[in-house]
């Protein structure tokens, strides 16, 4: 019967009704977010102009007219930041956060450079999450409609794609995860170097991207190959036992772990790193293990009245990701106000983990 196949009814609406109704997510289907209902000036465009608008007044409200233009123009304008997909997609999250973009506005009749915040880390309500199905991007030469779109403030962060179960052979064959991959590649323009078939400005905002077949659910980045594109098993804080019927969709872990808005936030923040192995940048993001090891970690420490009560062990495997889950944790401690007063220490027994 065909509609055992129907991406829609098995994945992705699913998925919409989940992030809605459990998550706290607004709605807007992809052709309302159109010209015509002045979402966007073009097709090309990317950023939901009015939510950007409106947030950077909620988020910055010393700005003036001029400084708002300014920071529009420089976002919607983004191809100018850099010479590849990466290179601007890393510049952006350094903006958004690590508040490395700025703007000079007059201040009692003095010019100074004030930070723009662009989404606030610390107060999860004082952000617009939207998410949305087949928003249309025109690119140099294909329109592209990705499943669907995590918007922040008018900003798209998360870009998934969606397929149907029944794609998935036996014998460890996952053709469907395969086709996703194919078309995230294509999206962001990745698989030729000859031929535009994309539309890379999608992914200039971009924190992560996922693969979701109603059973199971994968994540990647920008640089991730396709064996990098991992499950994700986990809704921590949340406990698998709580979640209801995870045998017929298991991609709610997916949905729970990584989009729930506070899990969200804190993966934007701390567990999307960027590193560069030999001549190669690369854009990482942290496996589910390692965001429940260093959050459980963080509670301890916030929550602990002596050394003992703040202390534990994180037990590490090879290979396992150990170096990136260090400095995530000591990230998260510097920066988290109820864990700051926390020193830091890092004692290395290996000779090459020095560079690390």
Not at 68 to 75: E, H, P, Q
Not at 147 to 169: C, M, Q, R, W, Y
Request: aromatic share 10%; glycine share 6%.
């Amino acid at each position: 019967m065909s509609y055992l196949g129907n991406e829609y009814t098995l994945v992705e609406k699913p998925a919409l009704d989940y992030l809605t109704g459990n998550l706290g997510y607004d709605y807007v289907e992809g052709e309302k977010l159109t010209p015509s209902f002045d979402e966007r000036e073009s097709l090309r465009d990317v950023i939901l102009i009015k939510r950007f608008r409106m947030a950077l007044s909620r988020l910055n409200p010393w700005m003036s007219e001029a400084s708002m233009d300014s920071t529009l123009k420089y976002f919607t304008n983004s191809d100018a930041l850099g010479t590849s997909l990466l290179a601007i997609n890393e510049k952006i999250h350094r903006a958004i956060v690590d508040l490395e973009f700025t703007v000079t506005q007059s201040v009692e009749g003095q010019k100074k450079k004030l930070t723009v915040k662009l989404i606030d880390f610390e107060d999860v309500e004082n952000n617009d999450f939207l998410v949305t199905n087949q928003f249309a991007v025109q690119g140099l030469n294909k329109t592209i409609y990705p499943d669907l779109v995590i918007f922040i403030n008018g900003l798209p962060i998360v870009v998934i794609e969606a397929k149907s179960p029944f794609k998935e052979g036996g014998m460890g064959i996952k053709a469907g995860k395969k086709d996703a991959y194919d078309q995230l590649c294509r999206y962001m323009d990745s698989r030729s170097d000859v031929v535009s078939e994309g539309a890379q400005k999608l992914f200039h905002t971009n924190f992560f991207t996922g693969i979701i077949n109603k059973y199971h659910a994968y994540a990647g980045t920008i640089t991730a190959g396709y064996d990098y594109y991992l499950e994700w098993k986990d809704p921590y804080p949340f406990k698998v036992q709580d979640m209801v019927d995870l045998k017929n969709n298991g991609q709610n872990l997916f949905l729970q772990g990584l989009l729930e808005k506070q899990n969200l936030l804190l993966i934007m923040q701390f567990f999307v790193l960027f590193e560069t192995e030999g001549d190669i940048r690369i854009k990482k993001l942290a496996r589910y293990q390692q965001f429940r090891a260093c959050m459980k970690a963080i509670k301890r420490i916030q929550a602990g009245k002596t050394p003992l009560e703040k202390g534990g062990v994180i037990w590490h495997t090879q290979g396992s990701g150990k170096s990136l889950s260090m400095v995530m944790l000591v990230y998260s401690v510097r920066v988290i106000p109820s864990a700051r007063s926390n020193r830091p220490s890092v004692t290395i027994e290996l000779t090459h983990l020095n560079e690390r």
